[in-house]
Every structure is written in C-alpha cells, then in structure tokens.
C-alpha cells in the first residue's frame, strides 16, 4: 500500500525543517533511512541539486542496495543555473544522473515557479531534448501557488506538479487544481503534508516568531484528542483519503520515523474525520501556509 509514497530526501542533503532537532544525519544514517524507504515498498524519491548533498547521498544509497536504476527519482533544476542556456542545462542534469548513479531520471522539475514563463523561451525545447535523448523520463514544475498550478496543468510541456497541501491547506482544491489535473490527465504529486514540520508541533514548542500559529495548532491538538489519532496520523491520513489519485512526499529524520509512517499509511482511518477537519480549517491564514512568510 506505500507505492503512493516518496520518500523527500531533503532532510538526508542538509537541516531541513521547523521540528528539525537532529539536524542532517550522518551519511550512514541517510543510508539507512533509504534501505528502510526501499525495504517498506518505497520505490520513489524526491532530490534537488539545492538539497545540499541530497543527490549524492540518494544515489550512493540505492547503488548499495543495487536498485538504483529500479527507483524512480525526481529531482529538481538549480535555481542559480541559466535555463536558457542548453549546455548548461544539459550539464546540470548529467551532473545529477553522475551524482543519483542512474541512467534516466525519472522526473525532471523546475524548483521555482516563476520558471513556467521560461517555457516559451526556448526551454520547453531544451527539455524535450533531453527526454528524447533519454535522460528525463517526465518533466515536472514545483509550485507554492494556485495561480500557476493552474497554468501549469494548460502546458502541453509540463506533465507532473509538485504542490504543497496538508490538513490544513485548501487553496488548490478549492481552486479547482486538483480536478483540472484529472481533466487534463497530469499527474500532481503532494508535498509539505507536515508543512516543514510545524503540523507536528505543540503550540508550546513553536518559536517565538511562528507564535501567531499557536492558536491553529491548538485547535490540530484538539482534534487529535477527539479521534484519538497522532498528528502524524491525521496528516497522513487525511492526504491519504482525501486525494486518492495523489502520490504524496514525506521527509524523515531517521528510519524509525519512516518505518512510522509507513505503518500509519498502511492503517486504518475515521473517513468522517476528515470532513471534520475541513470544517475545522477552511479558511487558514497564508502566512501560516507558506513558510517563506514564517520569518
């Protein structure tokens, strides 16, 4: 039942994360997050070349495990690189198929959304060279906003989005995103389910600074009390009944926190707590929603 899974490999590259207390584990430990990943049915995984040493341990990971060219990865372009420019584009992608110990990347994203308007400038060809040279198998675009999710589903170029949403988070459903990705037959693949961690927080740990989210974390603590379920349980839980057609990323900082969530993918959940919660958190602040409002 975890083939919808990916395992997000941010927190194996660098510190990633509002709960973050561990910070990036060392190079075994990120080896055995992904040997646990593999081992629970996790044949996904999502990378960046801004994700510190991410790609480079993702790959040395799964060439142990032998299974490398089994996986199927999705990494995004550098943000600093020229996307106009073809050879430094092309050089950039063989640097991650050098780095992942693969032949073909499986989904090619760009890591900004502001890049869609690139398309029309001559990258929509420079990607489509490369995935019929057989480096790319998919490309893909990372979005923050429903505006551009939209946009993005019109691309004839674009075939996978990656969009953050969580319990708390209904803008691209309410936007009409989800449903216009099964219209248009594009895949959308759900991040930030923990939204950075701060989900799985109690209102008493938040920073100074994420004070103002304390009460909403309050209300996600009585909710888990009236259904007896974990934080992590009703994030999962909800992404995992409310969009069934979703693949859904999630980090880890250790193999046991993956072998947890795996576990609570796996099991059983109250469908009628999520109408509650989408009663509960209809209409969430954005600067709750995007971290880059948090500081």
Same mark, same amino acid.
């Given at each position: 039942?975890?083939q919808?899974l990916?395992?997000?490999?941010?927190q194996?590259?660098?510190a990633y994360?509002?709960?973050?207390?561990?910070?990036?584990?060392?190079?075994?430990?990120?080896?055995?997050?992904?040997?646990?990943?593999?081992?629970?049915?996790?044949?996904?995984?999502?990378? $960046?070349?801004?994700?510190?040493e991410?790609?480079?341990?993702?790959?040395?990971? !799964?060439?142990?495990?032998?299974? $490398?060219?089994?996986?199927k +990865?999705?990494?995004? !372009?550098?943000?600093?690189?020229?996307?106009?420019?073809?050879?430094?584009?092309r050089?950039?992608?063989?640097?991650?198929?050098?780095? !992942?110990?693969?032949?073909? +990347?499986?989904?090619?994203?760009l890591?900004?959304?502001?890049?869609?308007d690139?398309?029309?400038?001559? !990258?929509?060809?420079?990607?489509?060279?490369?995935?019929?040279a057989?480096?790319?198998?998919?490309?893909?675009?990372?979005?923050?906003?429903p505006?551009?999710?939209?946009?993005?589903?019109?691309?004839?170029?674009?075939?996978?989005?990656?969009?953050?949403?969580?319990?708390?988070?209904?803008?691209?459903?309410?936007?009409?995103?989800?449903?216009?990705?099964?219209?248009?037959?594009?895949?959308?693949?759900?991040?930030?389910?923990?939204?950075?961690?701060?989900?799985?927080?109690?209102?008493?740990?938040?920073?100074?600074y994420?004070?103002?989210?304390?009460?909403?974390?309050?209300?996600l603590?009585?909710?888990?009390?009236?259904?007896?379920?974990?934080?992590?349980?009703?994030?999962?839980?909800?992404?995992?009944?409310?969009?069934?057609?979703?693949?859904?990323?999630?980090?880890?900082?250790?193999?046991?926190?993956?072998?947890e969530?795996?576990?609570?993918?796996?099991?059983?959940?109250?469908?009628?707590?999520?109408?509650?919660?989408?009663?509960?958190?209809?209409?969430?602040?954005?600067?709750?929603?995007?971290?880059?409002?948090?500081?």
């Amino acid at each position: 039942m975890t083939q919808r899974l990916i395992l997000g490999t941010a927190q194996i590259g660098m510190a990633y994360g509002i709960a973050n207390r561990t910070g990036q584990p060392s190079a075994h430990k990120a080896r055995e997050i992904v040997k646990t990943a593999w081992e629970e049915g996790i044949t996904k995984f999502d990378t $960046a070349q801004e994700y510190g040493e991410s790609e480079r341990l993702l790959g040395e990971s !799964l060439d142990v495990l032998g299974v $490398a060219n089994e996986a199927k +990865i999705t990494t995004k !372009l550098s943000p600093t690189i020229d996307l106009l420019d073809k050879a430094k584009v092309r050089q950039a992608v063989k640097k991650s198929l050098h780095k !992942l110990k693969v032949s073909q +990347i499986f989904c090619l994203m760009l890591h900004r959304e502001q890049q869609l308007d690139l398309l029309d400038k001559g !990258l929509a060809s420079c990607l489509r060279d490369l995935k019929d040279a057989g480096l790319i198998e998919n490309i893909g675009i990372s979005v923050y906003s429903p505006t551009i999710a939209l946009r993005a589903i019109q691309s004839e170029t674009i075939n996978i989005l990656q969009v953050p949403t969580n319990i708390l988070d209904q803008r691209f459903e309410k936007a009409g995103v989800f449903q216009a990705a099964r219209e248009k037959g594009k895949t959308i693949h759900i991040r930030s389910v923990f939204l950075q961690g701060l989900i799985l927080m109690e209102a008493r740990d938040l920073p100074q600074y994420m004070a103002f989210a304390a009460p909403l974390i309050q209300k996600l603590e009585a909710l888990g009390v009236k259904y007896e379920m974990t934080r992590t349980a009703m994030a999962l839980s909800y992404i995992k009944l409310r969009y069934p057609e979703c693949d859904v990323i999630f980090g880890a900082e250790s193999p046991a926190q993956v072998r947890e969530n795996c576990r609570i993918w796996n099991s059983f959940a109250p469908g009628h707590f999520v109408k509650d919660a989408l009663g509960m958190f209809s209409d969430v602040e954005e600067r709750i929603l995007n971290p880059t409002l948090w500081d």
